[in-house]
């Protein structure tokens, strides 16, 4: 949970861990608590895991990885992402099966829009280099949410992560200056640290910049 330090996690190497509820295993990258608080994670429902409802009183963001996941209001598959904001409440389950990345109490406090979004349909827009395309998926008071697309041997310029920069290699291999980070690649870069990103190989990354301050400052 320190947030001052730069963290990677291949998160394709890591091994399954029980929850409390039958049917889901976790994995854990960031978490203030057990049970409780801030925590972000690989989440795998297996076919026919269902909850009983729940609240989420500070938020939860979900980007479905693969099968499909689902609750009251509708089915999900993969590439769905969607934010359930402070206040919203629901009772969600995988009939298939699924794996989730999601990221728990996190919201700011007045950030109540819901978000659902189907990346998989959604259109791309030209990013700030040739090769590059995004996809915007969430912006909010400094903090922003995308997917970006590298073409095979796209370069982007020396940058500075004001308010830090947190990234989830969804396919292909992901490099900078410090390594290679192939599919299911979790790296979190603290506020104010730089690097110069590219992709040999191509890849589909999921980014969220701006956020680590608002959250030191809970
Ligand atoms: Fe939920
Ligand atoms: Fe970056």
């Known amino acids: ?32 608590a057990a049970e409780s608080g801030q925590v972000t994670s690989i989440v795998r429902y297996e076919a026919g895991t269902f909850f009983s409802a729940h609240q989420h009183p500070e938020g939860e963001e979900i980007l479905v990885l693969s099968g499909t996941f689902e609750d009251e209001h509708g089915r999900y598959p993969a590439g769905s992402y969607f934010r359930n904001p402070p206040g919203s409440s629901h009772s969600p389950g995988s009939s298939e099966g699924c794996e989730l990345l999601v ?46 697309r590298w ?16 990234i989830y290699v969804i396919d292909g291999v992901f490099e900078d200056e410090h390594g290679r980070y192939g599919p299911g690649s979790w790296l979190r870069s603290p506020d104010n640290s730089e690097h110069q990103p590219f992709s040999e190989q191509g890849c589909t990354i999921w980014v969220k910049t701006g956020h680590l301050t608002h959250l030191l400052r809970k």
């Open 151 to 166: 073409q095979p041997g796209t370069r982007f310029s020396r940058h500075r992560h004001a308010g830090g920069e947190e």
């Open 1 to 32: 949970m320190d947030r001052a330090q730069r963290q990677v996690i291949a998160t394709a190497e890591m091994h399954w861990l029980a929850s409390p509820v039958a049917g889901v295993m976790r994995k854990p990258l960031e978490r203030e």
């Open 103 to 148: 990221k728990l109490n996190m919201f700011q406090p007045d950030d109540l829009q819901p978000v659902n979004i189907a990346t998989t349909t959604e259109a791309w827009l030209p990013g700030l280099v040739d090769g590059l395309s995004v996809m915007p998926l969430h912006q909010y008071n400094g903090e922003q949410t995308a997917l970006v």
